[in-house]
């Protein structure tokens, strides 16, 4: 039996690489108006995988939310995010990039 073991760098890219699979997943849910699957996901990344969430992680899974019209959840998601240092200067960057629109979040943030 041949055992492998990955060297510290290529065990952070498959990290990377897995979060970025479930980021993903969590961006197409969304699109797709799938709150519970981008929410499955989410939670496997961050509780299952214990991974940490990017900036896109964050925008894709609000998507999630507003897209669904769950704003409850999308607020409570955005008051999580703001918990998590430099996050939201991130995500800020990302949101012009993602189908999330910077008015949305000032008007999610102007409700926390």
Not at 71 to 80: D, E
Request: glycine share 4%.
């Amino acid at each position: 039996m041949c055992d492998v073991l990955l060297s510290a760098s290529a065990f952070k890219i498959s990290l990377r690489r897995y979060t970025e699979v479930l980021t993903r997943q969590i961006a197409s849910s969304a699109q797709h108006k799938q709150l519970g699957k981008a929410v499955a996901a989410y939670r496997r990344l961050v509780t299952y995988e214990r991974l940490i969430p990017t900036s896109y992680t964050y925008a894709s899974l609000i998507n999630a939310y507003v897209n669904s019209g769950h704003m409850p959840g999308a607020t409570h998601m955005l008051k999580h995010m703001k918990a998590v240092k430099g996050m939201v200067e991130r995500c800020r960057s990302t949101v012009s990039r993602s189908v999330l629109k910077a008015p949305m979040v000032s008007a999610l943030e102007a409700t926390i």
